[in-house]
């Protein structure tokens, strides 16, 4: 599958209406788009942080869907929204354990890697973090998202409910350090977010 990110951050007390927004008619302009497989939304209501995520069957179908909502993304996002970025991954891996649930946990380590590395980051993540997380109390989803070209990743870890991701700190620290020195992969980034929304149908 292919991931396409919107990140944007905003004033905390405008958030709930951009929530509103994508979760109503951001969600129903996404399930009317050719190839469509799913998306998430995820809030850092504290800091004022928004992270949409839309997961779709082939590069040109998230492409074509960017074509068309493109325009109608920013005035989903009003008044919140003051910082937009988005960024366009590859699925390489996608490992679901049970359905996330409103309310649970998101853990997004960002990556950078050298592009040649990058079958090397998928295997060592399939094969070494993929066990060592699949242990964790409450543990939901895991996914690698890369770019290949600009080696460049997201790791997600999906939690049931917010005391799991908090208990999974320390061990999730030890996967990802094992998983970084074995991928030759620099960890640039680590955030925390509550799930608002998530269905992904994987394949």
Do not use: C
């Amino acid at each position: 599958m292919f991931v396409r990110t919107v990140y944007v951050t905003g004033d905390p007390a405008k958030i709930d209406t951009a929530i509103k927004s994508l979760n109503t008619q951001g969600r129903d302009l996404l399930e009317d788009r050719p190839g469509y497989r799913g998306s998430g939304i995820f809030v850092d209501r504290e800091l004022g942080k928004l992270l949409v995520v839309s997961w779709w069957e082939s590069e040109e179908a998230r492409r074509n869907s960017d074509e068309v909502l493109r325009d109608r993304r920013a005035a989903l996002l009003e008044p919140f929204a003051a910082t937009l970025a988005v960024d366009n991954y590859e699925a390489v891996v996608f490992h679901p354990v049970r359905q996330p649930q409103a309310g649970g946990g998101l853990r997004v380590s960002r990556l950078e890697f050298d592009p040649a590395d990058a079958d090397l980051l998928a295997d060592t993540f399939r094969t070494t973090v993929v066990p060592r997380l699949e242990s964790l109390p409450g543990l939901a989803r895991t996914s690698l998202l890369i770019d290949r070209e600009r080696g460049r990743g997201l790791v997600g870890a999906l939690f049931t409910d917010r005391e799991s991701l908090a208990a999974s700190r320390g061990a999730q620290s030890a996967a990802r350090h094992e998983g970084a020195a074995k991928a030759h992969v620099t960890v640039t980034g680590l955030e925390e977010f509550e799930i608002v929304f998530t269905d992904v149908r994987g394949g």
